[in-house]
């Protein structure tokens, strides 16, 4: 009975640690169809991707070689798992006048393949003549370039990471460029991790050095096997629940050995130091309140980044989280079993030394401390100034190296094509033939005119563009009608209007026409493509429409969709998580300080630290002009829980202080805050800067800078925790014994 009392909860975690190897996934790599509920039109797929094609005969969209080889990656593209639609040069659709007739046809006919190769180059060259007419074909062909352009539709959720896979298997045989906005969050988890792995041994026999400063073998052997048995559990609860397993994956050894350690290095070097009458449960309670608290500051920052959306977030997010929960649980239900024995006052030389500098250290911030804390205060107004600077991309293209094929993709169709992410603007006029009017169809000339104005927007269609090109073609192909109707007749005008649309509408694809228009004549679009030159791209394109939205009457609505959509959306979520995650571990901490201490100063005091390293992180930020971004943001999740940890640890090390000595004694109470809490953060300090250093190695930009940030944000935390945060607590201690013995 003694033996499953020990051992019950380490024979679980094994064991299911041990399933990742047989466990079977039975999950598609797609889900379930897009749907948009919210837009009374058929709106295009939000997670398009585009392609770029080089050709094979250079400055010739209209050779044949060229064409069969679009041809030839366009099939065998349509034919990859949940690819809804494929468009391009060899499907486009276009307005042709046709005898008496105006019909919206293939801009190849479709027997353009059956035909003898004579004809199809009497018929390219006809075509290449009267292209530059039609403005349906701007998307697909660039501007003197040697590429095509092919949008593929996703028709179903497509994993990021097997989607890029496949792409790169076609590839091999073909040389193209990709992009879009799964395939730049799959290509970035890959770069992010593409060199983690070769420093994971070094970073093992450093953490292994760390645990060794305790003098005792065993603590080490343990650690390691609660750190991979909990990592292991954790990433076979995910398979279990289906969750993709992304290229993250190397980083979970990174994050989990700079997280985890620090709840086994605190209770070890408790338990190492017990007194003779406690036990390994008494050193449980002891740490119950301070490594819960941790634990779940740290739980909420990592879940917060599933709410970003993206499959690498919610890999992270939930493993570690899950991991965090199960080494917790070794140490409350089996290492408090263990009977090592304690060495009270026994410390390695490293510690000797480490102690003495701290005092040394505390001894000169105690006497320059009015200098320092104000110096502390001015960096706390400065970072506050730089708040309103904080720049979100949710588009990180720039961390990607200029050789990727999306960052290649990117900088031809910005140059040469229309851009790189669709948006749908769909504008409701608030009733039944709303749009047929001539005063609308003025404001839809105005709307679309603000879009085409601007450098940040590559192309735009709408209605408008159809009308224009309906009355081209009722008034012969003249070039000066290609605009809207000048009848004067409001019912004339009208009239006019539905001919047009009626004629458009008889020979289009039903789709196409039911994303431009509503049959009540209610509802219509624009669609359009945005050119992303910068982070400040989003920030343009909010402008415009924000512009646009204070042309509409009170009684129009408009509303945004497409792969932008999904973009602004985003970075309302990084503002969010941003918040979510510090705010829930400010108030936390707070909270139980409040409750525990009944002191609502000392409550205000155990956020200070929290509160100081984040805006100083947000003013290094923005002075560095580092824009944040769902990677970067990665460093919020990990911070949140060490920043409490820290500042939790200190506070009990002051608090069983006092209870041994009611007058606080200056050097006496950093003396023993930091043998009691100082060296287990000071070595949990070390264990999380040993794991984050591997990425200021990286040969990434993206994986330099969350190390970047999360070093100097640990730092900033340690800092004021060990030594700011004591010195704080003792001078309103004082001002308290002050007041009561003046009573």
Same mark, same amino acid.
């Given at each position: 009975?003694?033996?499953?009392?020990?051992?019950?909860?380490?024979?679980?975690?094994?064991?299911?640690?041990?399933?990742?190897?047989?466990?079977?996934?039975?999950?598609?790599?797609? +889900?379930? =169809?897009?749907?948009?509920?919210?837009?009374?039109?058929?709106?295009?797929?939000?997670?398009?991707?585009?392609?770029?094609?080089?050709?094979?005969? =250079?400055?010739?969209?209209?050779?044949?070689?060229?064409?069969?080889?679009?041809?030839?990656?366009?099939?065998?593209?349509?034919?990859?798992?949940?690819?809804?639609?494929?468009?391009?040069?060899?499907?486009?659709?276009?307005?042709?006048?046709?005898?008496?007739?105006?019909? /919206?046809?293939?801009?190849?006919?479709?027997?353009?393949?059956?035909?003898?190769?004579?004809?199809?180059?009497?018929?390219?060259?006809?075509?290449?003549?009267?292209?530059?007419?039609?403005?349906?074909?701007?998307?697909?062909?660039?501007?003197?370039?040697?590429?095509?352009?092919?949008?593929?539709?996703?028709?179903?959720?497509?994993?990021?990471?097997?989607?890029?896979?496949?792409?790169?298997?076609?590839?091999?045989?073909?040389?193209?460029?990709?992009?879009?906005?799964?395939?730049?969050?799959?290509?970035?988890?890959?770069?992010?991790?593409?060199?983690?792995?070769?420093?994971?041994?070094?970073?093992?026999?450093?953490?292994?050095?760390?645990?060794?400063?305790?003098?005792?073998?065993?603590?080490?052997?343990?650690?390691?096997?609660?750190?991979?048995?909990?990592?292991?559990?954790?990433? !076979?609860?995910?398979?279990?629940?289906?969750?993709?397993?992304? =290229?993250?994956?190397?980083?979970?050894?990174?994050?989990?050995?700079?997280?985890?350690?620090?709840?086994?290095?605190?209770?070890?070097?408790?338990?190492?130091?017990?007194?003779?009458?406690?036990?390994?449960?008494?050193?449980?309670?002891?740490?119950?309140?301070?490594? +819960?608290?941790? !634990?779940?500051?740290?739980?909420?920052?990592?879940?917060?980044?599933?709410?970003?959306?993206?499959?690498?977030?919610?890999?992270?997010?939930?493993?570690?989280?899950?991991?965090?929960?199960?080494?917790?649980?070794?140490?409350?239900?089996?290492?408090?079993?263990?009977?090592?024995?304690?060495?009270?006052?026994?410390?390695?030389? +490293?510690?000797?030394?480490?102690?003495?500098?701290?005092?040394?250290?505390?001894?000169?911030?105690?006497?320059?401390?009015?200098?320092?804390?104000?110096?502390? /205060?001015?960096?706390?107004?400065?970072?506050?100034?730089?708040?309103?600077?904080?720049?979100?991309?949710?588009?990180?293209?720039?961390?990607?190296?200029?050789?990727?094929?999306?960052?290649?993709?990117?900088?031809?169709?910005?140059?040469?094509?229309?851009?790189?992410?669709?948006?749908?603007?769909?504008?409701?006029?608030?009733?039944? %033939?709303?749009?047929?009017?001539?005063?609308?169809?003025?404001?839809?000339?105005?709307?679309?005119?603000?879009?085409?104005?601007?450098?940040?927007?590559?192309?735009?269609?709408?209605?408008?563009?159809?009308?224009?090109?309906?009355?081209?073609?009722?008034?012969?192909?003249?070039?000066?009608?290609?605009?809207?109707?000048?009848?004067?007749?409001?019912?004339?005008?009208?009239?006019?209007?539905?001919?047009?649309?009626?004629?458009?509408?008889?020979?289009?694809? =039903?789709?196409?026409?039911?994303?431009?228009?509503?049959?009540?004549?209610?509802?219509?679009?624009?669609?359009?493509?945005?050119?992303?030159?910068?982070?400040?791209?989003?920030?343009?394109?909010?402008?415009?429409?924000?512009?646009?939205?204070?042309?509409?009457?009170?009684?129009?609505?408009?509303?945004?969709?497409?792969?932008?959509?999904?973009?602004?959306?985003?970075?309302?979520?990084?503002?969010?998580?941003?918040?979510?995650?510090?705010?829930?571990?400010?108030?936390?901490?707070?909270?139980?300080?409040?409750?525990?201490?009944?002191?609502?100063?000392?409550?205000?005091?155990?956020?200070?630290?929290?509160?100081?390293?984040?805006?100083?992180?947000? %003013?290094?930020?923005?002075?560095?002009?580092?824009?944040?971004?769902?990677?970067?943001?990665?460093? /919020? !999740?990990?911070?949140?829980?060490?920043?409490?940890?820290?500042?939790?640890?200190?506070?009990?090390?002051?608090?069983?202080?006092?209870?041994?000595?009611?007058?606080?004694?200056?050097?006496?109470?950093?003396?023993? /805050?930091?043998?009691?809490?100082?060296?287990?953060?000071?070595?949990?300090?070390?264990?999380?800067?040993? !794991?984050?250093? +591997?990425?200021?190695?990286?040969?990434?930009?993206?994986?330099?800078?969350?190390?970047?940030?999360?070093?100097?944000?640990?730092?900033?935390?340690?800092?004021?925790?060990?030594?700011?945060?004591?010195?704080?607590?003792?001078?309103?201690?004082?001002?308290?014994?002050?007041?009561?013995?003046?009573?």
């Amino acid at each position: 009975m003694d033996i499953f009392k020990r051992y019950w909860y380490l024979i679980i975690v094994i064991a299911l640690g041990s399933s990742i190897f047989f466990y079977q996934s039975t999950k598609d790599d797609y +889900v379930a =169809p897009y749907l948009d509920a919210q837009s009374r039109l058929l709106i295009p797929q939000k997670n398009t991707i585009i392609i770029v094609l080089p050709f094979i005969s =250079p400055s010739n969209p209209f050779n044949i070689s060229n064409l069969s080889l679009l041809k030839q990656i366009s099939t065998r593209i349509e034919d990859l798992p949940g690819i809804k639609k494929i468009k391009s040069l060899l499907n486009a659709q276009v307005v042709r006048a046709k005898e008496d007739d105006i019909l /919206v046809t293939g801009f190849l006919p479709r027997n353009f393949w059956q035909l003898d190769s004579g004809r199809q180059l009497n018929l390219l060259s006809g075509l290449s003549a009267e292209a530059e007419n039609f403005k349906e074909l701007e998307p697909y062909i660039g501007n003197d370039s040697d590429y095509y352009s092919i949008y593929v539709e996703l028709g179903r959720q497509v994993s990021g990471h097997s989607l890029l896979k496949k792409l790169k298997t076609i590839q091999k045989e073909v040389d193209f460029f990709y992009t879009g906005k799964i395939l730049l969050q799959a290509q970035t988890e890959e770069y992010l991790t593409k060199d983690l792995g070769k420093f994971i041994p070094l970073l093992m026999l450093g953490i292994s050095l760390i645990f060794l400063i305790l003098k005792d073998f065993r603590v080490m052997v343990i650690a390691w096997l609660v750190i991979s048995s909990s990592l292991a559990a954790a990433l !076979a609860l995910v398979r279990i629940l289906q969750i993709e397993i992304t =290229p993250l994956l190397i980083a979970i050894p990174v994050f989990g050995i700079g997280l985890l350690s620090d709840y086994l290095i605190h209770f070890f070097y408790h338990f190492l130091r017990r007194s003779a009458h406690e036990n390994g449960k008494t050193v449980r309670r002891r740490l119950l309140l301070p490594l +819960v608290i941790t !634990a779940t500051s740290s739980i909420i920052g990592f879940l917060s980044l599933c709410y970003l959306g993206g499959g690498g977030h919610l890999f992270l997010g939930v493993t570690m989280s899950m991991a965090i929960l199960l080494a917790l649980g070794f140490v409350f239900f089996w290492c408090p079993w263990f009977r090592f024995r304690g060495r009270n006052e026994e410390y390695t030389r +490293v510690l000797i030394i480490f102690r003495r500098l701290q005092l040394s250290i505390f001894g000169i911030i105690n006497r320059y401390q009015y200098i320092l804390l104000s110096a502390l /205060v001015l960096l706390f107004i400065w970072g506050f100034m730089q708040i309103n600077k904080t720049c979100l991309n949710t588009y990180p293209l720039q961390q990607l190296p200029s050789e990727s094929a999306v960052r290649k993709a990117e900088q031809i169709l910005t140059g040469d094509f229309s851009g790189t992410i669709p948006f749908f603007l769909e504008i409701d006029t608030g009733e039944a %033939g709303g749009i047929l009017n001539r005063k609308a169809i003025t404001l839809l000339e105005k709307l679309q005119g603000s879009l085409e104005s601007s450098p940040e927007i590559g192309f735009s269609y709408s209605l408008l563009t159809v009308i224009k090109t309906m009355n081209y073609f009722f008034n012969g192909a003249d070039p000066e009608s290609f605009r809207v109707p000048d009848t004067a007749d409001e019912e004339t005008f009208q009239a006019m209007i539905e001919q047009f649309l009626l004629y458009y509408s008889g020979t289009v694809d =039903p789709v196409e026409y039911e994303s431009l228009v509503d049959s009540s004549y209610r509802y219509f679009s624009i669609k359009g493509i945005l050119k992303h030159h910068n982070s400040k791209s989003l920030d343009e394109f909010t402008i415009i429409i924000n512009t646009m939205n204070e042309y509409l009457p009170a009684h129009w609505d408009l509303q945004v969709h497409g792969t932008v959509r999904l973009l602004l959306d985003e970075a309302e979520k990084l503002r969010d998580n941003w918040l979510f995650s510090y705010l829930i571990g400010t108030i936390l901490i707070f909270a139980v300080i409040l409750m525990v201490y009944k002191d609502l100063i000392l409550a205000f005091l155990s956020i200070a630290p929290g509160i100081f390293s984040m805006v100083l992180a947000v %003013g290094l930020i923005n002075t560095l002009g580092i824009p944040i971004d769902v990677y970067s943001i990665i460093f /919020v !999740a990990i911070i949140t829980g060490l920043v409490v940890d820290y500042s939790i640890h200190t506070l009990v090390g002051l608090s069983f202080f006092k209870m041994k000595n009611p007058e606080p004694a200056g050097k006496a109470v950093f003396s023993f /805050v930091t043998d009691y809490s100082g060296i287990p953060i000071f070595l949990s300090f070390l264990t999380s800067i040993a !794991a984050f250093s +591997v990425l200021l190695v990286s040969t990434f930009h993206g994986a330099v800078i969350l190390g970047f940030l999360l070093i100097t944000s640990l730092f900033t935390s340690f800092v004021l925790s060990v030594y700011f945060l004591p010195l704080l607590v003792l001078s309103f201690d004082k001002k308290f014994i002050t007041r009561r013995s003046t009573h």
